[in-house]
Nanobody, 120 residues
Framework: QVQLVESGGGLVKPGGSLRLSCAAS????????MGWYRQAPGKQRELVAIITRSGITNYADPVKGRFTISRDNAKNTVYLQMNNVKPEDTAIYYCNAQLSVLLPDYRGYWGQGTQVTVSS
C-alpha cells in the first residue's frame, strides 16, 4: 500500500508565498520522478514542475522564476516553494510520484490534492 500525502495549501494574498509538501509512504522500493500538477475549476490538470531523482528540474512557463521544486530522497518527499503567487495560481495542487513497490516495475501514484487559493 502506497500513500502520497500533501500538506501546506491554503489561502494566500497575491505576491505572497506558500510551501507545499508531499510525502510518499508504504512499501516503496524506489522513487524516480516526482512532480506537482494543478487543476483549476473548469480546466484540465496541468504540469507545474517535475524533478528527477538526481535533481534535474523542469517547470511550466507560467511558474518559471516564481516556483521552486525540490526533494528529499531519504524521506521520499517533494516540495514546492511558491513565491510571488498570482490569482491565476489558484487551483487544487496534486503530487505525483513514479515509484516501484516491486522492482523493476514503476507506476505513477497521485496524492489527494491540496487547495491553494490566491486572493486579497
Amino acid at each position: 500500500q502506497v500513500q502520497l500525502v500533501e500538506s501546506g495549501g491554503g489561502l494566500v494574498k497575491p505576491g505572497g508565498s506558500l510551501r507545499l509538501s508531499c510525502a510518499a509512504s508504504g512499501s516503496i522500493r524506489s522513487v524516480n520522478d516526482m512532480g506537482w500538477y494543478r487543476q483549476a475549476p473548469g480546466k484540465q490538470r496541468e504540469l507545474v514542475a517535475i524533478i528527477t531523482r538526481s535533481g534535474i528540474t523542469n517547470y511550466a512557463d507560467p511558474v518559471k522564476g516564481r516556483f521552486t521544486i525540490s526533494r528529499d530522497n531519504a524521506k521520499n518527499t517533494v516540495y514546492l516553494q511558491m513565491n510571488n503567487v498570482k490569482p491565476e495560481d489558484t487551483a487544487i495542487y496534486y503530487c505525483n510520484a513514479q515509484l516501484s513497490v516491486l522492482l523493476p516495475d514503476y507506476r505513477g501514484y497521485w496524492g489527494q490534492g491540496t487547495q491553494v487559493t490566491v486572493s486579497s
